[in-house]
């Protein structure tokens, strides 16, 4: 019930030793999170939170087996990190480092042509499958097992969308954060397929916001590809035309990516549109139900997430 993380996934960290990377690492191991290793240079042979530590990412892999790697790394330093989980050749390497100079991405960008390793990020909150596997800063806690897939650009909308649906009794099979970044690893449409060829996901939460053309790229996919309903939420309404709004993608230039353009075409599209953020778990049900996807399963859950509810207040 999830996708490219679970339970088997054997992560190490990369910059360890760094106080955020530190308490990160207690965080997901407490969740459950296998992580088998941890890379600092010149750090090798001391221990953080009983995990070992190792010089470079070859030595980590070659002595762990590991598969994933997350980047707890400064800016300036993050690029050289992710160059060196690529040349490992790992699955997958999960980038939580902001403010990445754009130059150094697109460097990144191509010298991973062709390359098996996939990037998740930078800027971004991570990769989570439920009761299985969190990779990265997310809450847990929040998240619930289930059958709904979540991508999104934005980290406290990506919380935001799992707890309204954890609270409704709804659980997720993976969410993914792809971070918002002018130039990343992995975007919309690599998650939506990927969700789109899960078995075990009913339904797709995508949430955007402003700048750049990637919500009306990943609509015209959905429209033509995906086979399951899409949940719409776009950040960013009210935002002034060339001013950046948080993330460094998220800027309106010469009057496009805006808002109300990329929801027009994600209507155009088929996706179920959530006008207001506070709403996207209702819409979702909305979806469920007019698709014949909304089971007894689905309803005794929420139920019991009322009651639960009502009982707490």
């Not at 050289?80 to 989980?85: F, V």
């Not at 750049?212 to 399951?228: D, F, P, R, T």
Request: contains cysteine; glycine residues 10%; aromatic residues 6%.
């Amino acid at each position: 019930m999830s996708i490219w993380v679970d339970k088997s996934t054997k992560v190490i960290v990369q910059g360890i030793t760094g106080s955020t990377a530190i308490y990160h690492t207690k965080q997901m191991l407490e969740y459950g999170t296998n992580i088998v290793g941890g890379v600092t240079p010149g750090k090798g042979n001391m221990k953080i939170e009983g995990v070992p530590v190792f010089n470079t990412v070859e030595e980590a892999k070659r002595n762990t087996k590991a598969n994933v790697s997350i980047i707890y790394v400064p800016a300036k330093f993050a690029a050289d990190a992710i160059l060196e989980a690529v040349d490992a050749e790992l699955d997958m390497v999960i980038c939580i480092t902001e403010h990445i100079p754009i130059k150094d991405m697109i460097m990144v960008k191509r010298y991973m042509e062709g390359k098996k390793t996939r990037l998740i990020g930078p800027n971004c909150p991570g990769i989570i499958t439920p009761e299985e596997c969190k990779i990265g800063i997310m809450p847990g806690y929040i998240h619930k097992k289930g059958r709904i897939g979540v991508v999104s650009r934005s980290g406290t909308l990506t919380y935001e969308a799992v707890h309204q649906l954890s609270l409704r009794g709804i659980g997720q099979s993976t969410a993914v954060g792809i971070g918002g970044d002018p130039v990343n690893g992995t975007d919309f449409i690599h998650v939506l397929k990927a969700f789109n060829e899960d078995e075990n996901t009913d339904a797709v939460i995508m949430i955007g916001e402003i700048g750049g053309n990637a919500e009306e790229k990943a609509a015209y996919w959905i429209k033509e590809n995906m086979k399951k309903p899409v949940v719409g939420f776009v950040s960013g309404k009210t935002a002034p035309s060339g001013k950046r709004m948080g993330h460094a993608g998220a800027i309106i230039s010469s009057g496009k990516g805006t808002a109300n353009e990329k929801i027009r075409i994600m209507k155009e599209c088929g996706i179920y549109i959530s006008e207001i953020p506070t709403d996207i778990a209702n819409t979702l049900i909305i979806a469920l139900k007019d698709n014949n996807l909304w089971t007894d399963e689905y309803e005794l859950a929420y139920k019991n997430s009322i009651k639960l509810t009502k009982a707490i207040i």
